[in-house]
């Protein structure tokens, strides 16, 4: 099993793909690969964190999608008060509730 931050595993660029507009949540695609059968195992996630707290306050995998493929994710949004994710994955959106402090 491929797990995030084991050693061994490789992270293919942590990408900032949103911002909400006050600046204090941004949220990244994460893709970690490594050895495996197939030939190369990956897992897609998206993090969204916070800058006040300096940490994570979200993540989902978004590798789960049957036929999908590694690197298929074309987007995410943070919504203007970063209490709202929308994760296109694969042509399939996903929205997901975030707690806001």
């Not at 897992?43 to 999608?65: G, N, P």
Request: charged share 20%.
């Amino acid at each position: 099993m491929l797990c995030p931050g084991k050693r061994g595993n490789r992270t293919s660029g942590d990408q900032p793909k949103s911002t909400s507009p006050d600046g204090s949540r941004f949220a990244v695609i994460q893709t970690f690969s490594g050895p495996g059968d197939p030939s190369s195992l990956s897992i897609e996630r998206v993090t969204v964190f916070d800058v006040t707290r300096q940490k994570a306050v979200f993540a989902t995998d978004i590798s789960d999608l049957n036929g999908a493929r590694s690197g298929a994710s074309s987007g995410v949004a943070l919504s203007p008060d970063g209490g709202s994710l929308a994760i296109n994955s694969a042509g399939v959106v996903r929205l997901f509730a975030l707690q806001v402090q």
